[in-house]
């Protein structure tokens, strides 16, 4: 983190795509993930692990399942462990060393801190990525893929910053936050960025993600992601050409802005892009 923190700038990968989704995996956006990892010849991992003990089979099978008789994709397996030893291990991490894209399924993003943080797990995603290969997930597997874990406590995720705080940092100087207005969460990251002012924040609802290529993203999906970079942007058209306003907010204060469907944004720049 400390790194992160004094660069000041927020840096997507430099080499393959993220899908980083508010809640659900629903089929549009399923469908362009999977465009993305290759079609019917992607190899694809699926990591359940943020899942709780007694339900995670059931889970993982299912998600295993639907990529294999929904979609016709042959080369589907699921990769879990609560031991960071084993995680360490090359044995553990060969399905990694072949995949072309990786699932990150929701539950509680610490269980995925715990098992996985510091071992060759972290190494091999970067290395799926590094390859020009797809990473997507949902919820917790949202929130894990940024620098910073807002709701990473164990006790419960009412608490914004509790035990647990380090992502994987796929997307650097960032916090993610996921099911904001399904949730009523809109607001909360505020209290973060008021702590941790340097890390850009981003809050995406259900059915909603978005792309990350390099320093720059583009939402899809049925509702609205958030953004809260210090300004206020708003896209005024008042019967001609849309124009872009952009106010620069006062400290600490609560204004966001939301950007929907297709827009796009810049992120080592924190601007939206028109």
Known sequence: MTEIVESGLTLGPKNGTLIIIGGGFNNGIKDKFLDLAGGKDAIIVVIPTAIEDDLIRIFARKQVRSYKKDFGIDNVTSLHTRDPVEANTEEFVKPLKKATSVVIMGGRHWRLADAYLNTLVVKELFGVLERGGVIAGSSAGATIQGSYMIRGDTKTNTILMGDHVEGFGFVKNVVIDQHILARNRQFDLKKVLEKHPELLGIGIDENTGIIVKGNEFEVIGK?????????????????????????????????????????RYDLKNRCVIK
């Open 223 to 263: 509702s609205y992601v958030a953004i809260h970079d210090g300004t206020m942007c708003e896209f005024i058209c008042d019967g001609g050409p849309e124009v872009k306003k952009v106010t620069k907010l006062p400290p600490n204060s609560y204004k966001f802005y939301f950007l929907g469907h297709g827009r």
